[in-house]
Structure formats: structure tokens, C-alpha cells
């Protein structure tokens, strides 16, 4: 009698993914699970960028290897077929013998794309493939929207007051709240740049770091294009972190330079103009929008998403006080 299925085993490779999240890109995050006789006998998962693969870790970590040869394994992303960094997982997971191997999404990387399933089915191995597909690919949304579209995974984030206000002209003021400002600064670990626009970094003068949360440090980005940013500016510090100033407003200019510089995804924290250029180029792939109780009275007016085609993009709001 079988009592889990495929999608559980996926769950758990998605699940154990996700720890390599902020670590492994320009990669994608991947998790591996090893069953035999219903029993999870190995786990792993891609834990940084040139590290071994999910694969690799999972097969390592089963202590009784005898039993491979009747185990199936389940990756969330295609195994790789191609020398990289490392070697090819699916000549690892054909040397092992092990008889079945069930995957999430197919790698739309063109060095693997369909390959790595076709050197696993040449060598006799049963595949299965688009389990939890919708899951996985949003899971590795940033990284599915780098190789298939070659630019960064963008997500636009802005705090709001309840009448609709970012904040007013001209002064620095604080909408959300202390666990908002945690939140933030989770969200930029999890990002390879952080982005504002010249009024922003002249007015709020933000450090743009992680300080309230663990991780990485993203790249800070700004745009100055006529030469308004003052030398003393936080963002000008580079001593702990990179910074690039554009001097264009052309957004796809920016875009593909970020790509080109291997940056998988920007969070662009306003102000209002920067955000609502974003928008109006249709350039962004998520929206994250902080609703406070605060009440400004008059401002400057939060972009406004309505009408958002909801299949291409993701949105949400959070409430904070
Ligand atoms: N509540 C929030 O979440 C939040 C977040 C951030 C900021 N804020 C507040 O928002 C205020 C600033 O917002 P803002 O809308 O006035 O300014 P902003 O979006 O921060 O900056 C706009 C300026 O950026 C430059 N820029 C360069 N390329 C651009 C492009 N493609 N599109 C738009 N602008 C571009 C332009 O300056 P040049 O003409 O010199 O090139 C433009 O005037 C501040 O008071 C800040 O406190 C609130």
C-alpha cells in the first residue's frame, strides 16, 4: 500500500531548496530526496553557488548504497547533463543504478534543457517529470526568469498609509512599522541588488543593507543622472558594500547591464516615480505593497497596480501598523 505520493517527496525537495536560498545564485535552488521502500533514506540540497549539487548531496548521504538500485530519486530541477562547476548529475545518478527519477520542472538552461532527462532515459532509467510544476517554478521564479528572459527577477516593494501616501515631498518619514523594517530587510537578503531612485537616496540618505536579518548584502543601485547625489551620502560608502550609479533613465539600459553583471533579481524600494517608471515600461514581475494604519492626509500618491494582469505578475499586500 503506498500512503505518500510523488507531490510529497517534491514538497520536501522544494522544502529542503529553499535553504540555499540567497546562497547558490546565479543558480537555481534545488533539494533531492532518495526514497526506498517508502523510507527517505537521503537528503540534500544545492547549499552555494559552485557547491555540489542537490543530487550529488543526496546520494552522498545515503549510508547503505546497495540499496540505490532500488531507490527512485526526486529533484525539484531537471539534473544537469553539462560540465560546469561541478560534474554531471546524471551520469552520477546513472552510475549508481539507481532505476527511477522523478523531477519538478524541466532546466530551461540551454545546456541542459531536456538533455539531462534524455541521458537518464537512454541509460534504461524510468523518468517522471511536472511534478508540483506550478510550485517549482515559482519557487525558482528568479531564476527561471533570468535564463528565459535575460534580465533580473523584478520585484517592486513600497509602504503605503491607509489614504494612500508614500510619503511627502521633500521629508524623510517612516511609514511601517519595527517588523515591517525586519521583513524589508529579509527580503533584500534574499536579492542580489536593492534599488532607489535619486530622490530617495538624497532625501532618506538609506544604507540599503542588511542589518536587521541575516544574509547576504545585496548590490546597491541607483541612478543620478545629473549629478544631484552629495559625495557623503550612505550609498556612496562603499567600504562594506558595492554600489553602481547609472546616469541613464532608461530602465531596460539598467536591466541589461544588471543581467549582464549576473544579477538574478532586483528589489526596487521607490520612491513613487522610480516605481511607477517600472511599471508603466511593464518592467517588473512582483509587487509587495505595505499597508499601514498611519494617515498622512496628503503626499506623494502610492503607484496604483490595479489592473494588473494577475497570470504575468504577483502581488500582495501586508498589513502593518
Ligand atoms: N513609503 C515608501 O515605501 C517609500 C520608499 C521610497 C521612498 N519614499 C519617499 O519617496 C520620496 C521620493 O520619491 P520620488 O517619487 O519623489 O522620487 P524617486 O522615485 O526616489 O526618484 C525620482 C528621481 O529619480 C531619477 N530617475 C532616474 N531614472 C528614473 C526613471 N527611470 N524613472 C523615474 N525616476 C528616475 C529622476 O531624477 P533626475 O531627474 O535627477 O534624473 C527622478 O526625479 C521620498 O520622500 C522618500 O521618503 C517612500
Redesign the pocket.
Do not use: M
Given at each position: 500500500m503506498t500512503y505518500f505520493s510523488h507531490e510529497h517527496y517534491m514538497q520536501r525537495c522544494l522544502q529542503l531548496a529553499k535553504n540555499g536560498i540567497s546562497q547558490v545564485a546565479p543558480n537555481p535552488m534545488v533539494g533531492s530526496v532518495i526514497v526506498c521502500d517508502e523510507r527517505i533514506i537521503g537528503e540534500g540540497f544545492h547549499k552555494r553557488y559552485g557547491g555540489h549539487h542537490a543530487e550529488v548531496e543526496a546520494i552522498n548521504s545515503v549510508k547503505d548504497t546497495s540499496l540505490l538500485k532500488k531507490s527512485t530519486l526526486y529533484v525539484n530541477l531537471e539534473p544537469c547533463s553539462h560540465f560546469g562547476k561541478t560534474p554531471p548529475c546524471a551520469d552520477l545518478i546513472i552510475a549508481t543504478q539507481i532505476p527511477k527519477v522523478v523531477i519538478g520542472t524541466r532546466d530551461p538552461n540551454p545546456k541542459v534543457a531536456g538533455r539531462g532527462i534524455r541521458k537518464l532515459q537512454e541509460a534504461g532509467i524510468e523518468v517522471v517529470e511536472g511534478i508540483l510544476e506550478p510550485e517549482g517554478q515559482f519557487f525558482n521564479r528568479r531564476f527561471l526568469t533570468f535564463i528565459t528572459q535575460q534580465r533580473p527577477y523584478i520585484i517592486l516593494?513600497?509602504?503605503?498609509s491607509t489614504d494612500g501616501y508614500?510619503?511627502?515631498?521633500?521629508?524623510?518619514?517612516r511609514?511601517s512599522d519595527e517588523f515591517s523594517r525586519i521583513l524589508l530587510h529579509k527580503w533584500r537578503s534574499e536579492e542580489a541588488a536593492v534599488m532607489?531612485?535619486?530622490?530617495?537616496?538624497i532625501?532618506?540618505n538609506p544604507q540599503l543593507n542588511v542589518r536587521h536579518y541575516y544574509g547576504r548584502q545585496p548590490l546597491r543601485v541607483t541612478?543620478?543622472?545629473?549629478g544631484?547625489l552629495p559625495k557623503d551620502l550612505n550609498l556612496l560608502d562603499t567600504s562594506q558594500q558595492d554600489t553602481h550609479i547609472y546616469t541613464t533613465?532608461?530602465?531596460h539600459a539598467i536591466v541589461s547591464n544588471l543581467y549582464e553583471r549576473g544579477i538574478q533579481s532586483l528589489i526596487v524600494?521607490?520612491?513613487?516615480?522610480?516605481?511607477?517608471?517600472f511599471l508603466a515600461e511593464n518592467l517588473w514581475d512582483e509587487a509587495r505593497i505595505i499597508k499601514s494604519a498611519m494617515i498622512l492626509g496628503d503626499g506623494?500618491k502610492a503607484p496604483s497596480i490595479e489592473d494588473i494582469d494577475g497570470e504575468k505578475h504577483a502581488w500582495g499586500t501586508i498589513l502593518f501598523h
Open positions: 516593494k513600497w509602504a503605503q508614500i510619503g511627502k515631498q521633500g521629508k524623510n518619514i511609514i532607489v531612485g535619486t530622490t530617495t537616496a532625501i532618506d541612478v543620478d543622472t545629473h544631484r533613465h532608461d530602465l524600494e521607490g520612491g513613487a516615480q522610480l516605481l511607477n517608471s506623494i
